[in-house]
């Protein structure tokens, strides 16, 4: 079992940048594919970004692709979501999440029921 903390959140205004961690204990790094989600008020939790086992292949939901990116720092047991151009709608609680084997890839590794472990979340405001 993995255990994944958030961090990194906070206000920022429209065209700025943050980002976010998750970093991730209890168990081999290397064995699971994490991915960030969302969730805004009133609205249904949404894949943003995933990074496969082993961290090599990564994906974007249409509405992220071309300003966020995802990486991972294996020997920080960590995940990073880089978010520039940051518009208002990207707020939201942001949340990593992590599965084992079987894996997804492309739009199935953004699905929320895909997923085993979930951190506490960490809030992204985006002002106008």
């Known amino acids: 079992e993995v255990q994944l903390v958030e961090s990194g959140g906070g206000l920022v205004q429209a065209g700025g940048s943050l980002r976010l961690s998750c970093a991730a204990s209890g168990s081999t790094f290397d064995d699971y594919a994490i991915a960030w989600f969302r969730q805004a008020p009133g609205k249904e939790r949404e894949g943003v970004s995933s990074?496969?086992?082993?961290?090599?292949?990564?994906y974007y939901a249409d509405s992220v692709k071309g300003r966020f990116t995802i990486s991972s720092d294996n020997a920080k047991n960590t995940v990073y979501l880089q978010m520039n151009s940051l518009k208002p709608e990207d707020t939201a609680v942001y949340y990593c999440?992590?599965?084992?084997?079987?894996?997804?890839?492309?739009?199935?590794?953004?699905?929320?029921?895909?997923?085993?472990?979930w951190g506490q979340g960490t809030q992204v405001t985006v002002s106008s």
């Open positions: 990074i496969s086992r082993s961290h090599s292949r990564t």
């Open positions: 999440a992590a599965r084992g084997a079987p894996y997804y890839v492309g739009r199935y590794s953004l699905l929320t029921g895909n997923y085993d472990y």
